[in-house]
């Protein structure tokens, strides 16, 4: 007797790409987090070499033509990677000044910006569910900040910053398909990042090029491959399943930086960051349950 064919391979190769690539990322925090706070090196040196070695690792592997850098939309290029680029920046500031739970509970509030804006910029309806939704996430990432205590600090905001803006690259991006390849999205990001960051890098007081010390410049080569290496993964897992599949594995990111970083710094996150985490990431999840539901109704 033949069976009808399955999903579940593809399913499980995704969801296990996906947590392989959440796995790769706490790696690369806890590098950076390493270079940054305990070895000095300025954040935006950090991350001009982190993004800089991925992107000569990735670029054998995205056999993209010449003939993908043709646009009419240069502008709209040069802006959704300045988000990206901005939101980077912030996030390694933030991995410099702040503990590792706390900065990756506050980076999962990117939906609930994606879901603003979507509404204020794109247009799109925005039913009482997603507002919710919004309000509930956003009351989670103020229980992980705690503004009204005394052990915080204003660099605790950089990931939040750094969730505005790449919500605002990722609203760029849906927008620019209608016009732009895949293809072309995916060059003028690897072309424009890395002299972008260059840029940053070498504004005064910024930190330069200079990396001092060799642990110092094995670690961000090592930080390095692994993006290339977690970037690869995750594109592996939205090619072989669906992204609303994916999304709730995405949140496994979560343990991991939690448990390197009590490993590689002692930081033991409070019974807080349990709570307002639970809200984020609830919250999310009833947002993506809504939004597929909302989709299949239209189909």
Known sequence: MTSAPSRSGPAMQGALLMIGAGALFACVNTLLQFVTMKLGVAAPTATFWQYGIALIALLPWQGVGLAAFKTRHLPAHILRVAFGVGGVQLWTFGLAHVQIWQAISLIMLSPFFVTIGASLWLQERVTLARWLAVIVGFIGGSIILAPWSEAFTPWALAPVGAAALWAAASLMT?????????????????????????????????????????????????????????????????????????????????????ILGVLAFGFVPPGSMWLGSALIIGASLWLLAEENRESNAQA
């Open 174 to 258: 849906k927008r620019m398909t209608a016009t732009e390849t895949p293809e072309t999205l995916t060059l003028y990001l690897l072309a424009l990042m890395t002299p972008l960051n260059a840029v940053l890098t070498v504004v005064p007081g910024a930190g330069g090029f200079a990396v001092a010390g060799l642990y110092a410049m094995l670690a961000l080569l090592i930080a390095g491959l692994l993006t290339a290496l977690a970037q690869y993964a995750l594109a592996r897992a939205y090619s072989v399943a669906d992204a609303a599949f994916l999304q709730p594995f995405d949140h496994v990111k979560l343990p991991f930086n939690v």
